[in-house]
């Protein structure tokens, strides 16, 4: 089991900034990737960026030159900076971590996720 505990969030305006951190404990040695989602109202869960043990990312066009997501690894952390906030990045934001494990020669994986933390950007 890996339990995520995020922070950061609120109400900003619009060209704002914010900061999500995630920490993530217990069952880390298999620990592959970590990264955002967000939800908004009456919408579907969508990827917003993550980023792997490698340190190669994965981020949705939508917050590509406005998001940066930045991992520490040794403090099994991942945080997301997010900079000229539009009213359309409203949403609740999610930490996930992705666990990749080998069982009896079987690859399996299993995803987790943290609490959720609203963001809110007013026009």
């Known amino acids: 089991q890996v339990h995520l505990v995020q922070s950061g969030g609120g109400l900003v305006q619009a060209g704002g900034s914010l900061r999500l951190s995630c920490v993530a404990s217990?069952?880390?040695?298999?620990?592959?990737?970590l990264g955002w989602y967000r939800q908004a109202p009456g919408k579907q869960r969508e990827l917003v960026s993550v980023?792997?043990?490698?340190?190669?990312?994965n981020s949705a066009d939508s917050v590509k030159g406005r998001f940066t997501i930045s991992r520490d690894n040794a403090k099994n952390t991942v945080h997301l900076q997010m900079d000229s906030l539009k009213p359309e990045d409203t949403a609740a934001y999610y930490c996930?971590?992705?666990?990749?494990?080998?069982?009896?020669?079987?690859?399996?994986?299993?995803?987790?996720w943290g609490q959720g933390t609203q963001v809110i950007v007013s026009s």
């Open positions: 217990g069952d880390t040695s298999n620990l592959y990737a």
């Open positions: 980023m792997d043990n490698d340190g190669r990312t």
């Open positions: 996930e971590a992705d666990v990749v494990k080998k069982v009896d020669g079987q690859v399996l994986e299993y995803d987790y």
